[in-house]
């Protein structure tokens, strides 16, 4: 059973960073996508980034490019998400997501892609 579990948010002045960490167990992940998303208050889930664990290829949502870095850990079996320069934005809830049968780069950015979804993390940028 495949569990994922972020860590890592909280309340940051505008301009800030942070390090979100999502530990994965119950599978081994290398042919998996990890995927990080957000829901802002009223607004859907979007995409953020993806790592393909093998061979640690990223991807990144055009409003994070620069900023935002994803990275994994074969180690700790965690993937994380370096966020810097926030804005306030950017609150929301962050998710860490799974998808065990990646198709195309194309689905790497679609939530409906990931099967297995950890219970997100409140990311809180001020002002």
């Known amino acids: 059973q495949v569990q994922l579990v972020e860590s890592g948010g909280r309340l940051v002045q505008a301009g800030g960073s942070l390090r979100l960490s999502c530990a994965a167990s119950?599978?081994?992940?290398?042919?998996?996508?990890m995927g990080w998303f957000r829901r802002a208050p009223g607004k859907e889930r979007e995409f953020v980034a993806a790592?393909?664990?093998?061979?640690?290829?990223?991807y990144y949502a055009d409003s994070v490019k620069g900023r935002f870095t994803v990275s994994r850990e074969n180690a700790k079996n965690t993937v994380y998400l370096q966020m810097n320069s926030l804005k306030p934005e950017e609150t929301a809830v962050y998710y860490c997501?799974?998808?065990?049968?990646?198709?195309?780069?194309?689905?790497?950015?679609?939530?409906?892609?990931?099967?297995?979804w950890g219970q997100g993390t409140q990311v809180t940028v001020s002002s």
């Open positions: 790592i393909r664990w093998s061979i640690g290829s990223t």
């Open positions: 997501a799974a998808d065990p049968t990646p198709g195309s780069v194309y689905s790497y950015y679609f939530s409906t892609s990931y099967n297995y």
């Open positions: 119950g599978r081994t992940f290398s042919g998996y996508v």
